[in-house]
């Protein structure tokens, strides 16, 4: 936690006074009262303090600046001026600073809605594959049976005409076998041209 602390001193016989300070306004306030009741010059120091959160009251001095104000109106005008302008620089850095952190969050932002996007993605072409390996284990299935029909109509084709070309012989053995080896030809046609279905 970042605190900053002004301390104000006139001389070495008088008592140091110390003030918890958040904004310059705060700050330009106590130099105003504390010049008001001044005797003498003042010395103030603005201290930035950084503290632990668990044990606040301990803390390490880190940056400070130190300034002193005359009674004579003209020099402590042209310290506050001096002031008012390491303020000024200082906010300006801390507005850059802070453009530059909204445009990192708007840029984190970005990312993670491209992340969640390629999560979506993925979990849609895994359910895609999924389901293109079941719809590839089915054709797998219907062709393994289709080849199995035609091989058996196939069988069962060349068994026909086996058995006719038989039949035939034996007719032409046969005392007026003859007379049916035409037509047995006639079926041995058909069966040959039958269409498998």
Known sequence: MTTYTATIEQTSFLPVRQYEVST???LMHIIRVEKRSALYDLTVTLSKIERDDEMPIKGEIVDEVQFSIN?????SQAEINKL????????????????QVRGLEGQFDEAKEQIRQLKNLQSWQQAEIERLNDENCELAKKLEARLTC??????????????????????NS????WAYT????????????????
């Open 84 to 99: 008012n302008t390491e303020v000024a620089y200082r906010d300006r850095k801390i507005e850059q600073l802070e453009r």
């Open 174 to 177: 046969a005392p007026n076998g």
């Open 71 to 75: 009674k004579n109106n003209s020099a």
């Open 150 to 171: 035609d091989f058996v109509k196939t069988a069962q084709k060349h068994a026909k005409i086996d058995v006719l070309k038989e039949l035939k012989e034996k007719l």
């Open 182 to 197: 035409g037509y047995i030809d006639n079926l041995i046609e058909e069966v040959e041209n039958e269409k498998e279905n």
């Open 24 to 26: 310059l306004d705060s």
